[in-house]
């Protein structure tokens, strides 16, 4: 996507045009446009810029309407996404569901949910899932299939992990005892 700067923010095609009209029917287009040396990105939009604005630590949006700009990111970026998603499986996570698939989306992470036993067996809940709703949904689903079979689900982090446990009345621990968590895949 084409970003182009101005006032120290970027700004998506869209915005970035509709300030530069804006401002021209102000009368105040830079004398030299082509030179973009000639003015400041305070004073007018600089670009269009191709990549939404290169490469960065955190993925950005638009300063005026909030769109994704779709920026390529440094390895610190990919792990500031990575831990943006674990945070939105917690509740209360400040940043809205659109934006984080939106993310997982562009920059190719995946969740998975993972079942291994006490034992070291893998389980049926392993796989990959392409949104934080969908991984949400798979874990509850398996979570209340091991407490109708009268399991102990005990959540160790939220929205994360858990351990399920053997029923009160079991001789012996069943294999499927274990932890089931949620896992981000990087791209």
């Not at 779709?70 to 990575?82: K, S």
Request: with cysteine; net charge negative; aromatic share 10%.
């Amino acid at each position: 996507m084409y970003t182009y700067m101005y006032q120290a923010d970027l700004l998506c095609e869209d915005c970035g045009i509709a300030v530069k009209n804006d401002l021209n029917s102000q009368g105040k287009e830079p004398e030299n446009i082509e030179n973009e040396y000639s003015f400041d990105s305070d004073d007018y939009p600089k670009g269009p810029y191709p990549d939404g604005g290169g490469e960065s630590d955190v993925p950005c949006h638009c300063g005026s309407c909030g769109a994704f700009l779709e920026n390529p990111l440094t390895r610190d970026g990919l792990e500031y996404v990575c831990e943006e998603i674990k945070s939105s499986l917690i509740p209360g996570n400040p940043l809205t569901q659109t934006v984080i698939e939106e993310w997982i989306g562009f920059y190719g992470f995946s969740l998975s949910v993972h079942h291994i036993g006490y034992c070291g067996m893998i389980f049926e809940e392993d796989y990959m899932l392409s949104s934080v709703s969908d991984a949400r949904r798979a874990a509850a689903d398996a979570i209340k299939r091991y407490r109708n079979r009268d399991y102990v689900v005990s959540t160790l982090k939220n929205g994360l992990r858990w351990e399920i446990v053997e029923p009160e009345d079991s001789g012996m621990v069943p294999d499927d005892c274990g932890y089931l968590k949620i896992v981000i895949v990087n791209p």
